[in-house]
T-cell receptor
Framework: GENVEQHPSTLSVQEGDSAVIKCTYS??????FPWYKQELGKRPQLIID?????GEKKDQRIAVTLNKTAKHFSLHITETQPEDSAVYFC???????????FGSGTRLLVRP | SQTIHQWPATLVQPVGSPLSLECTVE??????LYWYRQAAGRGLQLLFY??????ISSEVPQNLSASRPQDRQFILSSKKLLLSDSGFYLC????????????FGPGTRLTVT
């Protein structure tokens, strides 16, 4: 079945450094790829998303890139801050159905 | 603006007891509605989704069921809880027909003892 793989599972960076999280997906028909940030005990929050008709999207310190041929997409966070520490989930739309398949999550720790 | 509510926020239930979790959305009509479960330290598993009143699709066979009695109300139920039903239950909505973005409710933390 459809699958989204996410790595690394944990990532520790120094404040001010960049962080990159990568995901691959299996459904070649997927057209929508969101990223969520979840702080401890809270709900996941949509932070950025990308559709298949573009290769890159940027919003201040975060950016997402998409390679449809290779079926992978990545989240890039620049100038990381301690408040960026959280679990990040990627997802891919499944079966052109408005359903999302989520990756297993990356726990990001930004060391002050 | 749209808001999504879930209750209760936390719940402790014994094995074998029934369950009813409620989710409501305000500020939109005919949303897509979703139930997810998140086990401790794990990812998000889609349980049910609904594209309209009375229309429920199940993603994972289990002892849970869902209903949508009103346009903006989504209910997750069980007749007999299992220990493995413990987790963080999240309701989400998205706006038909062209919006893919899903927005999550605050969640219900369920502990089955």
């Amino acid at each position: 079945g459809e699958n989204v793989e996410q790595h690394p599972s944990t990532l520790s960076v120094q404040e001010g450094d960049s962080a990159v999280i990568k995901c691959t997906y299996s459904d070649s028909a997927s057209n929508y790829f969101p990223w969520y940030k979840q702080e401890l005990g809270k709900r996941p929050q949509l932070i950025i998303d990308i559709r298949s008709n573009v290769g890159e999207k940027k919003d201040q310190r975060i950016a997402v890139t998409l390679n449809k041929t290779a079926k992978h997409f990545s989240l890039h966070i620049t100038e990381t801050q301690p408040e960026d520490s959280a679990v990040y989930f990627c997802a891919a739309e499944m079966d052109s159905s408005y359903k999302l398949i989520f990756g297993s999550g990356t726990r990001l720790l930004v060391r002050p | 603006s749209q808001t999504i509510h879930q209750w209760p926020a936390t719940l402790v239930q014994p094995v074998g007891s029934p369950l009813s979790l409620e989710c409501t959305v305000e500020g939109t009509s005919n949303p897509n509605l979703y139930w997810y479960r998140q086990a401790a330290g794990r990812g998000l598993q889609l349980l049910f989704y609904s594209v309209g009143i009375g229309q429920i699709s199940s993603e994972v066979p289990q002892n849970l069921s869902a209903s949508r009695p009103q346009d903006r109300q989504f209910i997750l139920s069980s007749k007999k809880l299992l220990l493995s039903d413990s987790g963080f239950y999240l309701c989400a909505w998205s706006d038909l027909p062209t919006a893919y973005e899903q927005y999550f409710g605050p969640g219900t933390r369920l502990t089955v003892t």
